[in-house]
Every structure is written in structure tokens, then in C-alpha cells.
């Protein structure tokens, strides 16, 4: 047997054993188990932002084995096993690539998106529309990533990229509006238009926003880390140096970088 078809039937095999012995599996349901799958799927997020390949596979094996464990669930309640889960995914990938599979013809990743959302729609004739399949429980910024992306793929979208300049000062402005007029009910659906169309504009430019505000993220957390480490050298604390003491050290720290 290949070596891939061994490991997996013995991690089936091991699934089967920790579910018939161990009293917290025996436990565990879809509901327990969700948590954990999210934290387990942003732990390998975190290992391909790092781009730690021995991290990616240890966190890989961890998220298969969520995949192992709600197949044997769904196993035991007679709805579906791994097989199913396996096979299902399988009929879907063929049927979703006709231009491999079949007689359509797509040369370009942007062809193959398009057929891709077409034939999702077509196939699961969804009552909700071109956007119902985006899953409720994505973080907004994600969210909203695949919002854009869906409805660009049937043509709303705008004419020319740089059009979406436009519509981020158009934002920018009116949050200025309502700060002007005290107005501050209404800005946190003004500050969620302007994330919006930055989403969007990344979107259109090719850029990740998930991982541009990462990057960010652990730029200023590297620049401000060096602020500390400067004032403890100093015997003082944060709070015992000036703004533009602060600044100083920040703006040596992009020169070292």
C-alpha cells in the first residue's frame, strides 16, 4: 500500500481506538469541537505567515485530525463518513474544473475564478443569492474580502481600479462630516465603509489585507518593542520619556531595519 493511503488509515485506525477508549474523546461532539478547530486553523495561519514549513506540518496533522474526528462523528450518527467527506470533496473538484476534466477552456487563474463561481451558483441554486455562500462566521475583514470577490464576479465591480480611490476619500469625507457635527452614532458605520472600500481596494490591487495589516502589526510592535528596550537601558520606564524622545528611537529603528 503507498505510504499516503498507510497514514491514513492509521490515522483512522487511531481515531477509532481514541474514541472506543479515551474518556475525553468518547466526550467530545461537533459543538466541543469547534473552538478548537478555529484556534487549530489560525495556529497554521500563524505558521504559514512565519513561514515555518516544519510548523505548517505539525498544524496541518492537527487540522486533519479535526477532520478525522467530525467524520467519525458523523460516522457514529450514521450521516456520513470519512470516505463520504473524502469522495464528496473529490466530485467537487472535478466538477469545478471542467477546463481539466472536461471541454472548457480556461488559461488564466482569473478565467478559472470566474467558471469556479459560476458553477458553485449553479450547482447549489442558492435562494440567497450570489453572496449567500459567504460563511457567517468569517472575520469581518475576511468577510468582507470574499464579499467584494463574489460580487465582482458577476460584474459589479468598478469599471477601473483606480476608481476605488474615489470611493475611499468619498469615505474618508464623510467620516469627517460626522466628526465635525458630533455626530459619533454614525461613525462607526462611516469607519466600517471606509474599511470596506480599503478592503476593496486591496482586492483590486492584488494585496492580502489579512496579511498587509499583519505585516503592519508586527512591524509596530518591532519599532515600539525597541522603544522599551531603549528606556529600560536608560533605568527608565516608558512613561519617563518624552513623545519625541519616543519618536526618535522609533525613527532610528526604521533606519536599522
Not at 141 to 160: I, N, T, Y
Not at 167 to 178: D, N
Not at 198 to 215: K, Q, S, T
Amino acid at each position: 500500500m503507498d505510504q499516503k493511503l498507510q497514514a491514513t488509515a492509521r490515522l483512522l485506525e487511531v481515531m477509532d481506538t481514541l474514541r472506543r477508549e479515551c474518556p475525553w474523546d468518547r466526550e467530545q461532539t461537533f459543538d466541543s469541537l469547534r473552538n478548537n478547530t478555529i484556534e487549530e486553523t489560525y495556529e497554521l495561519v500563524d505558521a504559514i505567515t512565519d513561514h515555518n514549513l516544519e510548523g505548517i506540518k505539525e498544524e496541518l496533522g492537527d487540522l486533519l485530525l479535526h477532520v478525522v474526528f467530525y467524520s467519525k462523528l458523523g460516522d457514529e450518527e450514521g450521516a456520513f463518513d470519512y470516505a463520504d467527506v473524502a469522495n464528496g470533496v473529490c466530485d467537487k473538484l472535478i466538477y469545478r474544473h471542467p477546463h481539466v476534466y472536461g471541454d472548457i477552456h480556461a488559461n488564466t487563474p482569473e478565467e478559472v475564478k470566474a467558471n469556479w463561481e459560476e458553477l458553485k451558483l449553479r450547482k447549489k441554486k442558492r435562494k440567497s443569492g450570489t453572496l449567500g455562500g459567504v460563511p457567517r462566521s468569517l472575520p469581518a475583514m475576511v468577510k468582507a474580502f470574499r464579499v467584494g470577490e463574489k460580487a465582482a464576479s458577476v460584474g459589479f465591480d468598478w469599471e477601473q481600479k483606480e476608481d476605488v480611490w474615489a470611493k475611499v476619500r468619498e469615505e474618508v469625507g464623510e467620516i469627517e462630516t460626522e466628526m465635525k457635527a458630533g455626530n459619533r452614532a454614525n461613525l462607526e458605520g462611516e469607519f466600517g465603509d471606509l474599511f470596506f472600500a480599503l478592503i476593496n481596494a486591496c482586492r483590486l490591487y492584488g494585496v492580502d489585507p489579512e496579511a498587509a495589516l499583519e505585516r503592519t502589526n508586527k512591524k509596530f510592535i518591532r519599532r515600539f518593542n525597541s522603544i522599551e528596550q531603549a528606556a529600560e537601558a536608560q533605568g527608565k520606564s516608558l512613561r519617563d520619556l518624552s513623545l519625541d524622545e519616543m519618536e526618535a528611537i522609533w525613527q532610528e529603528s526604521k533606519k536599522n531595519e
